[in-house]
């Protein structure tokens, strides 16, 4: 498995200076992290490290490769669970996104439902949260089977941080060649579920892996929580079993996957830890 870096390494800059980092970090991959639709001000006047979901593919292709660096997915983490608002990054961004990966010739976008955040999503019933998810995903996986294109749920919201609940929208999507899964470790047991567990489970759908441990002082928010963008901790220094999760997603269709922890020290043990395992 091959090991890459959260292209959101430094605060305050832009995305071309995040690879640089992450280049001088001695990755060669990196995904496209934080993204948006049309234009935004902050990338403009350099003080955000993102990309548009409007951006000519081939440029952003071209700024990886001028760091020697492979893209390995296009992050479009979504707000599925709350009504579709044009100010909620949802449906419309995850197809955006779709077509960007297609574009720059990535395999895998990542998304996930996320935690609602209005009095409407708190109310859904458990079945109307995974109708919901899935009626949001369903144009943006027909197009992604079209353009060979994977969407990968992520633990990071009430439903997919539970194995049942995983299970349940894999299911309703159906498209097992399109639709797989990218196992967050830190998410997961975070929403209250045993990350080794969960790769176990959908060992033979995980495609891409975020490494992430987290320390014990996260124990009383269990279940209650359902992610976080980076931990704070090297891999192997908290709560999390990195090493069993590894030792069942070494032997999943997941050729890459992304380091989620802010720190150089802490991104350089976590790497080191990894190649331990046999990872690249």
């Known amino acids: 498995m091959k090991v ?20 001088g970090l001695g990755f060669k991959y990196a995904d496209v992290t934080d993204n948006h639709p049309g234009g935004l001000l902050g990338r403009e006047f350099g ?11 081939r440029d952003l292709a071209d700024m990886f490769a001028r760091h020697g660096l492979t893209a390995t ?34 395999r895998d976008v990542i998304t996930t439902e996320g935690e609602p955040r209005t009095d409407w999503g708190h109310a859904l019933t458990r079945e109307e949260q995974i109708f919901v998810f899935a009626e949001k995903l369903y144009e943006p996986v027909r197009l992604a089977a079209a353009l060979g294109v994977k969407i990968l749920l992520e633990p990071h919201g009430p439903v997919t941080g539970t194995i049942d609940g995983m299970a349940a929208v894999l299911d309703r999507l159906g498209h097992p060649d399109t639709v797989g899964v990218n ?5 997961c047991w975070l929403a209250g ?29 269990r279940g209650t929580v359902f992610g976080c963008g980076m931990a704070v901790i090297p891999l192997g220094t908290g709560v999390v079993d990195i090493k069993g999760v ?6 999943s269709p997941a050729e ?19 190649q331990s395992f046999g990872a690249q």
């Open 193 to 221: 579920t045993d990350p080794v567990e969960m790769a176990k489970v959908f060992r033979d759908r995980i495609f891409h892996v975020h490494w992430k441990d987290m320390s014990a002082d996260w124990e009383p928010k």
């Open 73 to 106: 997915s296009v992050c479009a983490h979504a707000n599925l669970l709350d009504a579709s608002a044009p100010s909620r990054y949802g449906n419309t961004e995850v197809t955006k996104a779709v077509q960007l990966a297609a574009g720059m010739k990535v």
């Open 256 to 274: 890459y996957s992304t380091l989620e922890i802010a720190g150089d020290d802490n991104v350089r043990r976590s790497y080191a830890l990894l």
């Open 246 to 251: 590894y030792d069942v997603v070494k032997d």
């Open 4 to 23: 890459g870096c959260f292209a959101l390494v430094d605060p305050f800059s832009v995305l071309e200076h995040q690879l640089a980092r992450i280049a």
């Open 47 to 57: 003080f955000s490290a993102t990309a548009s979901l409007d951006d000519n593919p």
């Open 183 to 187: 196992l967050d470790t830190g998410n």
